[in-house]
């Protein structure tokens, strides 16, 4: 299994979401520590990260993970398409994205376990259990959306490498959007109710609350 992390230019504005710790380990520590336990990991980064990338990672000695420098300028989907280059195979791959510092072991093995059964793009997935207002143009509520059928998406993320190849050449950073579009048949799995997308530094004591909070500690 191989799975790819991509860090793109986006984030050299904002190098805190990528590199600053919260307790105790920052977002690319924590999620590629997450990842190489059951894969090979491609970070992929934008050539003004990419340095940093290497440093921060240097201290894990993990093996079985390596880095990148993506296509200029290193967007999203040049990150994506640059590892998958580098993997240069057609086998199963997870997606991470570094907003997502906490990866569930749990939501990890379904993404796995349906990736190993065939399946060609896998989402975790959450009922959505906030009310959801419809509003017109002036802001005015005008129904209240049914919401059982609504769900929330999450990382990781797995695809068959081919597919996930496609769909990066044809959506860019939209790639879910194109996924659900298409006609790749996607299957969803139960995802975890505490992984959260966050945006650092600002969501920063919260994010260090629920590693605090987990009972298997901060590496999970």
Known sequence: MTAILPVPQSLVSRPEAVFSPVAGQSPLMRIVTALASVADVVVAAAAPLADEVR???SPLHLSGAQVCIA???GSWAECVATALRVLGGSGPVLLHDIAWPLVSPTTLERVMVALN????????????????????AKGAV????????????????????DAL???VARAGSAELDTVL?????????????DTVSVQLPRDASYLAAVIESRSDGPGR
């Open 142 to 161: 005008t129904a209240t959306v049914e919401r059982s059928p609504l769900r929330t998406v999450q990382y990781p993320r797995g695809f068959a490498a």
């Open 117 to 136: 059964d065939g399946a060609t793009a896998v989402l975790p997935v959450c009922p959505v259990t906030d009310s959801i207002k419809a509003v017109d």
């Open 165 to 167: 190849s496609g769909l």
């Open 55 to 57: 440093k921060t990672l």
């Open 181 to 193: 579009r298409s006609e790749i048949p996607v299957t969803s799995i139960e995802g975890d109710t």
């Open 71 to 73: 296509d200029d300028p």
